[in-house]
């Protein structure tokens, strides 16, 4: 019998992390491996997982794969963590992985057909989670006049922006697709957005608006779709791209390391304004609060900012800030951390 994985996409900042904690707090003594996988150099999801204080996060149940999208490190790095997975005793009964937020999942998928893991994997389904205020407020969309005056100016500039078609290839992949944050937007644009959702995905592909991650696991972890199957009739943007073409350069990557902080409200503070002026999708990670026994725990979408104390800082572990900077492409890192640390 083949063991079922979940595979989690969705875009920076959607709350892929925050559903799976919400999994693992009603696995009800399941043994399920989680796969992280984090654009950039600093790992943030797995010490969150880590710190959430709920059985079966622990160090042994969760891997990570940092520095890249596990959609371009299918050969070096996701089939053979999928081999050492399987090499365990006892076996999982279900593995999820998070895809980062910027990671094709279709390359991901295909790799369930490798003869290495074909015969003892099979893909359960793959969740799209949505961020809703982001999806209402166009993140995703095209702005037509912008984009023709672009196209006026640059004849070469032909394909819609690399958000767009990486919303659009995350969904074509879905089994299921979550419209998470639904209680930061009203009625009528929730119902306007779950319409257009379901107008873009295909016919047997429910979408359902969920709260915090709030996803009944029977539901999350059953869907039996064996996607591995049908994923190369889904059709995505970067189907002609070669092993080399994806490589993120449309985005970039940096961590602001700092030193203590008084007051966390100030560097909320601090990510409001850079957020606006540099164009930042994402930043999260961890600050040293002075006089706090516990690490604060800093997650951002644009303006929306989330945080909270987690676990406690361990005996000889260095206590710093290090908060995790992802943008687009030219994203001043200098002016950002000078903003971040002032």
């Known amino acids: 019998m083949k063991i079922p994985a979940t595979v989690i996409t969705g875009f920076l900042g959607a709350g892929k992390t925050t559903l799976i904690r919400h999994l693992m707090s009603r696995a009800k003594g399941a043994r399920i491996a989680i796969l992280i996988n984090e654009f950039g150099d600093r790992g943030v999801d797995r010490e969150m997982l880590l710190g959430c204080g709920i059985d079966g996060c622990s160090d042994d149940n969760i891997v990570e794969l940092a520095n890249g999208c596990i959609c371009c490190t299918v050969a070096d790095e996701f089939v053979p963590t999928m081999e050492k997975l399987l090499a365990r005793e006892p076996l999982p009964d279900h593995i999820i992985i998070e895809t980062s937020g910027l990671a094709l999942p279709k390359p991901l998928v295909q790799a369930f057909n490798w003869p290495e893991i074909r015969t003892r994997l099979t893909v359960d389904g793959v969740i799209a989670l949505i961020d809703a205020p982001a999806l209402a407020d166009g993140r995703f969309a095209d702005d037509p006049e912008r984009l023709q005056a672009q196209r006026a100016a640059d004849p070469a500039l032909a394909h819609p922006s690399p958000l767009v078609e990486l919303f659009e290839d995350q969904l074509a992949c879905a089994d299921l697709v979550v419209l998470n944050k639904s209680d930061l937007v009203d009625s009528p644009t929730l119902a306007s957005l779950q319409d257009d959702l379901a107008s873009r995905v ?3 592909t429910k979408v359902i608006a969920t709260r915090q991650g709030a996803l ?5 972890l059953g869907l039996a779709a064996a996607a591995e199957a049908s994923i190369e009739h889904r059709h995505c943007h970067h ?16 961590v ?3 030193g203590a902080v008084g007051d966390p409200a100030e560097v909320e503070q601090r ?15 961890f600050l040293h609060v002075t006089d706090k026994a516990r ?6 979408v644009g303006g929306r900012i989330d945080r909270y104390y987690d676990r406690a800082w361990t ?10 900077v992802i943008g687009k ?9 000078a903003v971040l640390t002032a």
């Open 202 to 204: 295909g016919n047997g």
């Open 216 to 220: 009944d696991p029977r539901v999350a």
């Open 239 to 254: 189907d002609e791209d070669g092993e080399d073409d994806h490589d993120h350069d449309e985005f970039a990557s940096f």
């Open 256 to 258: 602001a390391t700092f």
């Open 271 to 285: 990510i409001r304004i850079v957020a606006p002026a540099h164009d930042v999708l994402r930043v999260k990670g």
């Open 295 to 300: 690490r604060h725990v800093v997650q951002a």
């Open 315 to 324: 005996t000889g572990e260095e206590r710093r800030s290090e908060l995790v």
């Open 329 to 337: 492409k030219g994203l001043d890192c200098e002016a950002v951390t």
